[in-house]
Each structure stands twice: as C-alpha cells, then as structure tokens.
C-alpha cells in the first residue's frame, strides 16, 4: 500500500531500519522489470500491481533512499524507472496526457495534488543526478497545485477541461474530484510548498482556516469531514502550522491526537492500520517529530510522549550509534516546548534535518503549559519549501 505508507512508515524506516528500505527499492525495481510493466507499482499484492489508488509513492520512496545515502541498488535504473512513472509512456498515469496539456487534471483535485507532488520528488532524485533539464521540468510541474486553487471558495477546488470550475458542493462535501477524503481534506497535500499554498491563500487565511480544520474535528477522530486521522491523506497536515510560524499549534495538535485517536485494546487505533502507517505515525509523533515531506528529510518537531528515546542508527548506513530525544518536565499537562537545544547548543528552529538525527547526537526539550510562542516562530527560523529553500 504505497499510497498509505509513504508518509511515515517510510520515512521512519529510512532512520531505524534503512536496510529495508534498501530492499524494498530493489524489490520494487524487480517487480516493474518481471511484470513487464516497465514502471513502479503504487499498490502490489504479492508481487503485481493492482493499480488501487493514486499517484506514484515509490518514486517518493526511492528519491528518499537516494537523497538519505540508501543506495544499494542500480541508482540509473531506478531513476529510469521513477522518470518513467511520472513522464513516460508506459505509466500508471493514465491522466498524465491532460495534465500536462492543461496544468491539472480535469475535474480531479486528488490526481492534481499528488501528480505535482510526486513530480517535485522525481524532479529531486534528478536533480541530485545532475539531470538538470528533467530536474527543471518536473519542478515546474509541481506548482500545477497553483492552477487548482479558487480563492472565490477558498480551497482547492476541481476543474474542467476548458478551465471552468466544476460544481462546487462546500469544502466537507465528499467527491468533487476528490478520493477517499473532500476537497477541505485533501486541499492541504501541498507538502513540498507549504510556504507557496501560505502565500497563495494569504497567512491569516491559512492559519484560521487549519485551525478550524482541527476544533470542529470530533474528539475521537473516527471518520469525519475534517481532520480525518483514519485515513491518511491528512496525516502530515498537524505539523504544518510550523511553517506558518505558530509551531506551538503543531505541538498542541500533535499530542491531542496521540492521545485520542490512540489506545490499547482492538479499539486502539481510530481507522485502519493500512500495513503499518497509522502506527508509524504514532512512533514518530511519539518520538517528537514527523515529517510534512518526507522526500525532503525535513522532519517537524511536535509534542514528544516520552521522557527519554534512544534510537540505535545503522552503522552500515550511518555514523552516528544513537539519537536520543530527551523531554524535560514532560507531563500530560506540559506539551509545549519552552526551549530546545541540539547537541548542547540552543535550537531556535522547530525542525530538525534528517542528517542531524543519523549524525548521531540529542535533541534536548524543555517543555511547559502554556506555549512559548517566540520559539521557532521566527520567519527565518521557518522550515524549507519549494518556494523558500
């Protein structure tokens, strides 16, 4: 199920077990060549693609790999095989022919969004190749999120071939382009430009409207229309806040959800497992940060649940022995961050980088009850996007 476990599975793989992800590529770059399909799969079961769901999450697999030192593997195949997916002939793209004629999918906001996501991640496995002309094309593409966006409504919103917009039913109405989610759902999956969706709805706008997001959200997140944790299309959108300079809301939220859509017993999880997602959403949270893109190993700091976790590092792929996260006045009541420091030295950013954590080291928090809204809020202390590198 790449289309789940892209997101944070993957991402966390890459730090505690990036031997699987390692086989996980070669597994894939396996099956396209035997299946004669000649592109990745985005959902196989036992070895064929199904062609269940969106988009092209392998190639966000495989560009993390590379860009995090996994490389065991035949690196100009795989990026054959990415370039191919989101480009090429043969593809799971049945749409790519529209979207590139138009800018967007017609009377598609899922396809639009994901397209131009998992463009940006083949356009960075490219660029760090050296590939320069793909590497510009597919960063191109990625903004086509722009060409979605009706500020009349004030979301993203589905259009039609010749450019009208299509019927418009309200953000929480299901369908209209959308899947398995609505328009005020998926509306947030512009994970590689946050700074640029910021700038597109106007900061005051985003903020208000993603906390809404969360305060009409039911309190034991089953399925909903609004920050649906049962499904992960909005897995990242918790940890966005940060990027519009109010980390604070990112901790808050962070730990509500932990604490709510989580718990022991069959009930212990507020939607499908999905083969690992929905729990390595929790491990990483849990940990203290998750990451918004996960191809651009920028990883959000949130609301640490644990005093103290040590994580042991492969040293077959890594020279760092152990990253420890260590959360000071930790309590049920004391979920902001006061202060930080890294490796002993003040962190004045809410985000820490993927290499930092594989160095080897500690991240050290202080936290409180109320928030310390001077700490990573700074506009230049903001995470990296697209638009703001």
Known sequence: ?????FRSQYPLLSIIRPDVVNDTVNSLMQQAELSGNGFLARWEFVGVESGCMIGDPAVSVFADAYLRGIRGYDVEKAYLLCRQSVMGTKRGRGNLTAYNEHGFVPKEISWTLENAYFDYCAGRFAEALGKTNDANALFARSLNYKNIYDPEVGNMRARNADGSWSPWRGATGHGQGCVESNPYQQGWFV????????KLMGKDYFL??????FEKTPTNFKWNDYYNHANEP???????FTYAGAPWLSQKWSRFIMENAYGSGVKGLCGNEDVGQMSAWY??????FHPVSPVDGIYIIGSPLFDKVSI???RKYYKGRD???IARNNSAQNVYIQSAKLNGKPLERAWIKHQEIVNGGTLELVMGPTPNKEWGSAESQRPPSLSKP
Do not use: C, K, N, Q
């Open 191 to 198: 994970p590689h430009d946050v700074e640029g969706l910021i």
């Open 323 to 325: 990253f420890t996260v």
């Open 234 to 240: 909005v897995h990242h959108v918790p940890y966005m």
């Open 208 to 213: 208000s409207y993603l906390t809404d997001f």
């Open 312 to 314: 042991r590092l492969d």
């Open 283 to 288: 491990i990483l949270s849990a940990i203290g």
């Open 1 to 5: 199920s790449g289309w789940d476990v």
